[in-house]
């Protein structure tokens, strides 16, 4: 038998270490707990209607179909046994492996309180995605019923929590939906009277971007009709609202419709890899690996993506810190698939180098900011150039042909039109959206 790949999770870095394996003398297994490849920095646009979920998502068995060494299995891994090389699945299912590529990714942090999930929900699925479309679109379907001008205003009041690239990009479209997309919709409300509020934690949105390029972002925010609240620390969240700590103290929030975009965390199956081979997690629950990607004393075991706690080995530099970006996912999918490939052949295996192309964020109609690093040095640029290198990139990374022209099409029709033709939702159990949004 040939040697056996495993790989668990297909998101960037399993994708691109699958497809690395092209040509190599192994049988490669990916199973996932999707049936889909997302490509996640778009996926806040399906949360806010503006794509439709095929436009950013692809069949994992549709990417593999030419590449007749690769096995998709859709299943959800829940134990690894290093010792005896196999993993299980949920349904009790094992699977047997040679080498293995842990690639899960990572989901919220709530920093302890979970309980606040019910209320504020994340975006790192495409189920999350609708259900943040959902309770936006109710809410406003739900104050055009409502008589009570208190309850009308909690419910035209939007709150992101986190003002990360994900918080900014969320809350620059809420601005955009109410005061573009729905005016002469309604009749009893007026949805540009809705407020949209941004809530970080500390002194700056952007915190990976330079200083000048996070206030230019703020700004651009504020300009977008976003209320930025910078120092905010959020002490509570329930079905009502949220309540924060600011320098000025205690203030309360109410909201029906709040979106947690404040924190993430490593995939469950760290844990699961550390009980099987005792490696180390770092705090936010991610797998410390070795220079190569692998584990102490498994050297058939690497972990890359979001679950990977790895640094970057540039020859004569100090090892840094890997960023959670999806170029850093691929290249490390790209690095397990060549040491992989050295190993079989006997050869020693490479530390991983990451390559820093800078860091992207849009914040809403000809809005975005730029930092990219280039052999000349670090170029930085804000406003319209930026907002059209941010949607050309975009575009050029998705999937397939068909999503490429997809995408450009319907951002060229909601450029000029300003509609977003994605805003079809169901209510939660037959309920009335009144009650679903209040609920």
Not at 184 to 198: C, H, S, T
């Amino acid at each position: 038998m040939r040697p056996q790949v495993l790989i668990i999770g297909c998101g960037f870095g399993g994708l691109e270490a699958a497809r690395a394996l092209r040509a190599a003398d192994v049988d490669i297994t990916v199973v996932d707990k999707t049936n889909h490849h997302l490509f996640q920095p778009l996926l806040y646009q399906v949360a806010t209607a503006g794509l439709s979920a095929p436009s950013i998502a692809a069949p994992i068995r549709h990417l593999f179909r030419r590449q007749p060494n690769v096995t998709t299995l859709l299943g959800e891994v829940v134990a690894i046994d290093a010792q005896g090389r196999s993993v299980t699945l949920k349904d009790g299912a094992r699977l047997r492996w040679d080498h293995l590529i842990v690639a899960a990714g990572a989901t919220h942090s709530y920093f302890g309180r979970d309980d606040w999930a019910a209320f504020a929900p994340g975006l790192k699925t495409l189920q999350d995605a609708f259900e943040i479309r959902r309770r936006v679109l109710l809410a406003f379907e739900a104050a055009e019923r409502e008589d009570d001008p208190a309850r009308r205003a909690a419910l035209l009041q939007f709150v992101v929590v986190g003002g990360g690239p994900t918080g900014v990009e969320l809350a620059g479209t809420f601005a955009e939906i109410a005061r573009h997309t729905l005016p002469g919709e309604f009749r009893r409300i007026d949805p540009r009277q809705a407020r949209v509020l941004l809530v970080e934690g500390s002194p700056r949105v952007l915190q990976a971007m330079p200083e000048a390029l996070s206030e230019r972002a703020r700004e651009q925010l504020t300009a977008l009709g976003v209320e930025v609240k910078l120092g905010a620390r959020v002490t509570g969240i329930d079905a009502q609202g949220l309540d924060i700590t600011t320098a000025a103290g205690a203030e309360r929030l109410q909201s029906r419709c709040i979106v947690w975009a404040a924190g993430v965390a490593a995939s469950p199956l760290g844990r699961a890899l550390a009980a099987a081979t005792g490696c180390t997690l770092d705090r936010a629950g991610r797998v410390v690996v070795g220079p190569d990607l692998s584990l102490p004393g498994f050297p058939t075991i690497q972990v890359i993506g979001d679950l990977a706690a790895a640094q970057s080995h540039a020859p004569g530099r100090e090892p840094k810190p890997v960023p959670g970006v999806s170029p850093g996912a691929k290249q490390m999918g790209r690095c397990a698939a060549a040491n992989i490939r050295r190993r079989l052949a006997g050869q020693a295996t490479r530390p991983f180098r990451y390559r820093d192309y800078g860091n992207l964020a849009t914040i809403g109609r000809n809005s975005a900011v730029v930092d990219l690093g280039t052999p000349a040095g670090q170029l930085r640029f804000s406003g319209y150039p930026a907002w059209l290198f941010w949607l050309f990139a975009h575009v050029w990374f998705l999937i397939g042909f068909r999503n490429r022209f997809v995408v450009l099409l319907d951002w060229a029709w909601a450029y000029w039109t300003h509609d977003r033709h994605a805003r079809v939702v169901a209510t939660a159990n037959g309920a009335s959206p009144a009650h679903d949004a209040q609920a």
